[in-house]
């Protein structure tokens, strides 16, 4: 099967987040034995920790969770609408998010640029660089709005795909109660 490029790197981004998951665990569980142990942290943790590690374990898999229908959502009355209604809101929920997505696209991408251009950095017990990750949140942002219409498209045009979409929750609700 031919596989759509925003599939592939949304669900490629979230394999990749295994990796600062990884070494944020790796780092800090080794600055608190080294700090423990023989009094000798390791500088800059915090600052690492805060501006890389925790900045791309939230925002590179973001798309994976749009392109699967994981995020949070509240259905109260969804469940009593008529299908095409169901189909209405699923296609305003995602044109929507699109442009929430792709404006903190357009509103991050500036801070980042200028960032880049200052060499940002954060200054602790030592320098650590932070203009880099800074770029993370601007890729993101378009790639997850992307997805939410690529999804939009695929819910005006594609009738298996629309009943997919609109059925993803009835589905989840009717399996856990069981």
């Known amino acids: 099967m031919i596989r759509n490029p925003l599939e592939w790197v949304s669900e490629a981004l979230v394999t990749i987040t295994t990796i600062p998951v990884l070494a944020m665990m790796g780092h800090v569980t080794l600055d608190v034995v080294l700090k423990y142990t023989i009094n000798t942290p390791i500088q800059g943790t ?10 791309a374990i939230v925002v590179l898999p973001m798309a994976f969770v749009e392109l699967t229908r994981q995020s949070i959502s509240v259905e ?25 997505y792709g404006g903190l696209a357009y509103i991050s991408w500036p ?10 950095i954060v200054m602790g017990a030592v320098r650590v660089y932070i203009w ?15 997805v939410c219409l690529l999804l939009f498209f695929r819910l005006l045009f594609k009738p298996r795909a629309r009943a997919e ?3 993803v929750h009835t589905a989840e609700n009717d399996h856990g109660a069981d």
């Open 46 to 55: 915090l600052e690492v920790t805060a501006y890389y590690y925790m900045v």
């Open 76 to 100: 109260l009355f969804y469940q009593m609408m008529p299908y095409k209604m169901q189909v209405a809101v699923v296609g305003f929920v995602l044109l929507i998010s699109a442009i929430g």
């Open 111 to 120: 801070d980042a640029i200028k960032a880049f251009e200052r060499k940002e």
């Open 132 to 146: 880099p990750a800074r770029f993370l949140l601007p890729c993101a942002m378009v790639l997850t709005s992307l």
């Open 165 to 167: 979409l609109v059925s």
